[in-house]
T-cell receptor, first 114, second 116 residues
Framework: AQSVTQLGSHVSVSEGALVLLRCNYSSSVPPYLFWYVQYPNQGLQLLLK??????LVKGINGFEAEFKKSETSFHLTKPSAHMSDAAEYFC????????????FGAGTRLFVKA | KAGVTQTPRYLIKTRGQQVTLSCSPI?????VSWYQQTPGQGLQFLFEYFSETQRNKGNFPGRFSGRQFSNSRSEMNVSTLELGDSALYLCASSVGLASLNTGELFFGEGSRLTVL
């Protein structure tokens, strides 16, 4: 069975500081991994995805994530936080049959202080 | 290209009633997944449909059901509503074919259900 654990339900950073959101996964087969972002009163939007090509994945809005098989991690980073990054972020895993059942982590709410 | 459309966006029901939510996927997408989002439980997978067949199901009681039509539009139904069913119900579409699918889900804005 697949599962996702996001460390920290809330993360607060200052504007311009590094953003690091942690995600660990469990999967019995090589996974697809995703980060999604959700703004208030909206659905989820894909930030980036890992599908077995490069282990360092670049996404939208300056975010990137690194797949580390040995650590079963897929942490999300951004070098410099912007006020507009304040949102909830979800890590997700699906098996390689492609999205038939995508499992989401509990989410991490990012606060950005001026 | 139009995105995923969910209707209604907001609705209020009372305990014991039933509700039907609708989802129109992106044109060409044949897979529709449903999720329940609550503050306490996060995003919980309900079920996934592909070509009118349920391919996968989460751990929800039988009061939660769904279906998919030949045009890929999907509906989910919750019968005998309970207070705990209050949630944001999200629909997501994808290509659905393993050979073409990168796994990305495209979400609608959700239907917010309040049960009184």
């Amino acid at each position: 069975a697949q599962s996702v654990t996001q460390l920290g339900s809330h993360v607060s950073v200052s504007e311009g500081a590094l953003v690091l959101l942690r995600c660990n996964y469990s999967s019995s087969v090589p996974p697809y991994l995703f980060w999604y972002v959700q703004y208030p009163n909206q659905g989820l939007q894909l930030l980036l995805k890992y599908t077995s090509a490069a282990t360092l994945v670049k996404g939208i809005n300056g975010f990137e994530a690194e797949f580390k098989k040995s650590e079963t991690s897929f942490h999300l980073t951004k070098p410099s936080a912007h006020m507009s990054d304040a949102a909830e972020y979800f890590c997700a895993v699906s098996d390689r049959t492609g999205g038939f059942k995508t499992i989401f982590g509990a989410g991490t709410r990012l606060f950005v202080k001026a | 290209k139009a995105g995923v459309t969910q209707t209604p966006r907001y609705l209020i029901k009372t305990r014991g009633q039933q509700v039907t939510l609708s989802c129109s996927p992106i044109s060409g997408h044949r897979s529709v997944s449903w999720y329940q989002q609550t503050p306490g439980q996060g995003l919980q997978f309900l079920f996934e449909y592909f070509s009118e067949t349920q391919r996968n199901k989460g751990n929800f009681p039988g009061r939660f059901s769904g279906r998919q039509f030949s045009n890929s539009r999907s509906e989910m139904n919750v019968s005998t509503l309970e207070l705990g069913d209050s949630a944001l119900y999200l629909c997501a579409s994808s290509v659905g074919l393993a050979s073409l699918n990168t796994g990305e889900l495209f979400f609608g804005e959700g239907s917010r259900l309040t049960v009184l």
